[in-house]
């Protein structure tokens, strides 16, 4: 089980959802499932409408899942993938801080989840 916080300035207040990690549900899904409007279009990691910054609250215990290519090449087109942060997430298997909630699988670790409410912002 993982807890995930939504935050965005489109949205009255925070709000804490609980999710299955072994679901394999992506942070889209979660959104979309507790009615927290993250903008979205392809669902597919092309268009990058969904980019979200996720902390990971659980200190040293990080998780997350593997970038795909497409979520790379579309971070990268919108500069938000450093390289320091492609080299972490090739060799130490630590993802960046920015993702596409359409790409991103929930896994078991508590997660902050920023938003702008405009596509490809975060």
């Known amino acids: 089980m993982a807890t995930v916080y939504f935050s965005s300035p489109i949205m009255p207040r925070n709000v804490k959802v609980q ?4 679901k394999r549900t ?3 899904g979660v959104a979309k499932e507790n009615n927290i409007a993250i903008p979205f279009q392809c ?4 268009c ?3 980019l979200i910054q ?7 215990r990080v998780k997350g ?3 795909t290519d497409k979520e ?4 990268k087109s919108f500069g938000k993938i450093t390289e320091r942060e492609e080299d972490a997430q090739d060799v130490h298997d630590l993802p960046p801080h ?5 790409q991103t699988v929930v896994t078991d670790e508590d997660l902050l989840v920023d938003f702008t409410g405009d596509p490809g912002g975060a």
């Open 19 to 22: 999710a299955i990690a072994g």
């Open 26 to 28: 992506t942070l889209l």
């Open 43 to 46: 669902e597919d990691g092309r």
């Open 48 to 50: 990058g409408s969904c």
């Open 54 to 60: 996720v902390t990971h609250l659980d200190g040293f």
């Open 65 to 67: 899942m593997k970038l």
């Open 72 to 75: 790379r090449s579309v971070l």
């Open 98 to 102: 920015y993702r596409l909630a359409c």
